[in-house]
């Protein structure tokens, strides 16, 4: 069992920052991926960062270049950086952790979830 629980939303203007944090506790193995996700009101949930099980990051092209996912293996906490956000960034922002994950942005390949963290971009 993992549980998650992310911080760190709120409302920024267009071309701001914001760094998203969750916090990670439980049965998490070295097998495991912790991703981000994101879910604007009528979308479906769409993978925004991840990293791996071996390391690797993975981003989705709309945010390449402007967030950067990592994580503190000591503290147990994932991070997403996000810069020169847009107003189409806006969204409720989920951390996520699945073991074996092999599509990397597919939401169906992680089982554990946060509650969620509205972040909103105005122009």
């Known amino acids: 069992q993992v549980h998650l629980e992310e911080s760190g939303g709120g409302s920024v203007q267009a071309g701001g920052s914001l760094r998203l944090s969750c916090t990670i506790s439980g049965n998490s193995d070295r097998w495991y991926s912790v991703a981000w996700f994101r879910q604007a009101p009528k979308n479906e949930r769409e993978g925004v960062a991840v990293?791996?099980?071996?390391?690797?990051?993975t981003y989705a092209d709309s945010v390449k270049g402007r967030f950067t996912i990592s994580k503190d293996n000591a503290k147990d906490i994932l991070y997403l950086q996000m810069n020169s956000l847009k107003p189409e960034d806006t969204a409720v922002y989920y951390c996520?952790?699945?073991?074996?994950?092999?599509?990397?942005?597919?939401?169906?390949?992680?089982?554990?979830w946060g509650q969620g963290t509205q972040v909103t971009v105005s122009s």
């Open positions: 996520a952790a699945g073991r074996y994950v092999a599509d990397h942005l597919a939401n169906y390949e992680y089982h554990y």
């Open positions: 990293i791996a099980s071996d390391q690797s990051t």
